[in-house]
Structure formats: C-alpha cells, structure tokens
C-alpha cells in the first residue's frame, strides 16, 4: 500500500554535543549519564518556544544586531524582563515594567525612547526573551 | 464520560496572524495550492462575503477595498502550529484523539470540576502557549460535543466555551442545530431527512420512526440520533462514517492486452466512484485498482493484482483520484498481461464537512469544485459528455509560483521571524 504518511521531522537541533563512549563494560557504565543538551537546557516548553532573529539595536548591547533571540510564549513576564511585544501592530524586543496601570517598554540602548502605555491601548505582550544567543559562526 | 471538542479558529488564517499582528482585526484568507480558491477565512472576511472555496479571482477585489490580504499555503507552518496546539492538549489528564489538523477530541470521566471553568482554562492556555484561538464545546456525547463547538464559535456570549452538562442546554442545542451540521449527516443524507419535516437536530432526535431512519441512513443514523440524545455511541477513534465503500467495475466483453486500452474504462470507473462518493456528500482517502483475468479460460495463469493508493487528506477530486487510478495501472500492468475485469474501489470516506486539508499535500478543492462541475455538465448532457483527458503525464497543475506566501517561521532558520 503506498502512502503518503505525515512524517515527524525530528525538530530538536542540538546545537552542541560530544559522544560520550560508554564502549568499557565495566563501573563505568553506571556512571553514564546523558549527553548535554542545549536543546533541553534552552527549550523548556517546546510548544510554546520560538526563536526570531534581531535586526535592530534598541536593546544593545544585551542584544546586538544578528543576535538569535529564543522567545517563550507561556511565561507570564516579570518586571525587568525582556519581552517581545507587538506595538501598533509591529514586532517589538524591549525591557517590560508593568505598574498599577501604567505599561513601560523601555530599550536598554540610550539612543531609543521609552513607549508608556495605558489600559486599553493597541500593545499585546508575544512572549518573553529567555535567552540570547549571540550572533557567533553559527 | 464527557466528550470535549477542542478546534482552532479559522486555522490556517490564525497561523498567519500569529506572525502578522497588524491582520488581526482585518479581513484574511488563505488560498489553496496555485492560490486557486479560498480554503480559510477571518470572520471580518466571512462578514464582507467571502465564501469557503470562492476562486481567488472572484474574491480578489473585495479584498482589496476592505485592505485584506491574502495568503497562498504554508503547510510546513500549518503543521508545526498544529503540533504545538496538540502537544498542549496532550498535557491534560485526558484521552486524547487527535481528529484533524486543527482539531482533537479530549474525554474524561467528570470528576468533579467546573466544566466551564475547565474549558475556559483550556482555551486560556492553548492561546497563551500557542497563539492560536481555539473554541471547546463539551458535552457527553461526541456528536453533541461537536454541536456545543459549533455554538462556541457562533456566540458571542459564549466567548468561544459551550458547555451542554444537562438535559435541557443539551435540548436547547438540539434546536438551534440545523440538521445538515450534524456530525455524520451528509448532504444527500440531509436532504432526504428536511422531506420528512427534519429540519433541526431535535426533530431528528425525537423522530420516533426507528425503522423509516434505518432505511434511509442505515445503522449510522440510528447511533447518530442516540449520540444526540445524551447516549455515547461512538467512542475512542470511532466516528460516524456513511458509506465506506464504494465500488464501479465491470468485466469486458473481451480481454484487453494493452495498458492504454485499460485506461479509459479505469477512467471511467474513477468517473462513476467519484459521483456516486459526492452525491453523497462525502470525501475519501483511498482509491484501490483491481484486475483480474479470465479465470475461467486461464485457470491457474489467471492474472490478478490490486493495489491502492492513500492520500493524507481525504477528497472528492475525479481528477486526482483518475490520476492515482492510472499511475497505480501503470505499475500494476504491462503490455501483453490480458484483463478481463477491473475494480475501482474508494474506501476510507468521510463526510466532506469534517474533512481538513491537509497540510502536506495539494489541497483538492479546486478539483471538487471542477468535479461538482463536471457532474452538472454530465447530468445534462448524458455520462460522458465530459470526462478527463486519460494521460499519463504530471498534473498540469504544478506548484506554481505562489508569491503569497508567508515564511516558515517555525521550519527554518533562514525564515525565522525578525524583530528590531
């Protein structure tokens, strides 16, 4: 029968791992344990983790131009977080503080203003920024 | 045992959104392989009139002057999205089915929590988790369960959570269903019911006549109406199905050595199968070729072979079914093997309102709607009037270029979202 089945592409890309050889039956072998994983330390939530790539520096210089950005979308923020956010309808990486009932998107980089933002405007909160990954060779 | 039908909004459309923010309140549709015709809209574009499976050409303008856009297919997001919305699901302390792309079945023996409270958390967090906007309809039933989503979807009081956990919200939904949106009850089905004064899911609920029901939709209809009535027919990976088999062959007056003789009567079995499968308002997955020779002058050396051929998304398609028919003959026979017999069979069907499109193959619709034309042409005008080009070579209809489309967010590196 041929057919067309849904294959699962294996999606989890570990960025970094060595072979541990466990080759030695010996006492070794209790000792083994599993290889490191980026992917497990970094994706805690894989349904609600995506990654976006930054092009802007309005947060340098914890996030510069080319950085690899890994937004999880279930987190609730904290204040001083890092959150991705759509203002106006636009993508938006900023540092969050909520108040009573003032919202504040503030960037790290000087040369940028901070965004106030009362009940009821057009700001959503996408997901927090867990972690960056700076732009290397990769 | 409750039944809850968890189903995303306007799916495809919603997967577009989550990346494209500034469409939210705009009017969106997704468009099917070469942007041929509609197969997902926002509601503010089925408020403006756009139809499920209008031709793009038909729509395009209407969609200009409201500012809408719309997008060609983007499976590979679809499908990781999907994923995603699933694995959420697959968290809770639930039997789960996963029914389609974009929606799941979730039973569980009521303990004793909040139903409501329950289904609202559930959206709350799909939504949160995912970014996709779904809706839960819960009941004891499936096929109620499935009434209750569609009421979610509709209200705007119900803000997307309906929860049917007594006899009479049961029998309020009963009758504000219309008879053509039950679970398990096609078109033809439908029709035959409304002569008989079935208009809603209630009268055919309390349609009395156990007997005259049996005949008209078989055993089906009778396990359709005690789902209805609160009793839990149909259980885990088990759902109504219409006719699961439907069959066209014949044995030719003589044998037939030469495959592109065989074509055009296999065509024309394909043709028959696929009216018979739309006049009853269904769609299948699977087309299967028989051929046999003649057993009774070859005896021993009869030839005989069968092979089948499953699409991921169930259609009614003449032409892709006629296209997997001769592809599958190609293989099956060469020049010099006599037939004497062939056998188109179409099994694995569904009723065509539950299908999805799937999200790694070419969606059919614009074939169906070709096909349903076709039908009308050959109703006219006698059998035959119109039949496909029998034709061994790919499908004219090539992925095209299809410059809507948006990224693989999710799929690939190169196309990851960029933010400043």
Redesign the interface.
Known sequence: ??????S??D?SVSLYGTQVSCGFPSTVDDFCEGVLSLDDLIVK????T???????D?MSPYIDEGDL?VVD??ITPSNGNVV?A?V??????KRIHQSTDLLELTPDNPSYKKMLFKDGDDV?I?GVVTTVIKNSLI | MYYALVDCNSFFVSCERLFA????KLPVVVLSNNDGCVVSRSNEAKKIGIKMSSPFFEVEKVLQQHNGVAFSSNYPLY??LS???M??LSQESCLMEVYSVDEAFLSFDRIDIDLNEWGRMLKHKVE????IPVSVGVARTKTLAKLANNMAKKSLKAQGVVILDNQKFEKNARERTSIDQVWGIGKSSSQKLSLLGIKTAQDFASYSNKKLIKSLLSINGIRTQQELLGKSVFEFDEHPQLRKQIISSRTFKESLYLTKDIESPVSNFVMTACEKLRAEGQVAHTITLSLRGNPIVEKDNCFYSA??????SPHCDSLAFNQAALKILNVMHKDGISVRRAMISITDTVTANQRQLSF??ESHAEGEILSGLMDKVNQRFGRGALVPLVSNEKSHWKKSLEDRVSNR???D?NQ?????
Do not use: C
Request: glycine share 4%; hydrophobic share 40%; aromatic share 16%.
């Open positions: 029968m041929q057919n067309y089945m849904n699962q592409k999606k939530s894989p349904a609600s995506f990654f976006v790539r930054s092009i802007g309005s950005l979308k279930s991705l759509v106006f309808g636009e993508f938006s990486v959503e996408w | 923010p500034h469409l939210k499908s990781d994923n995603r919305v694995q959420v949160k988790a995912v970014g092979r089948t051929f499953s699409f991921l790694l193959e967010f999710t799929t590196w990851i979202l960029k933010v400043r």
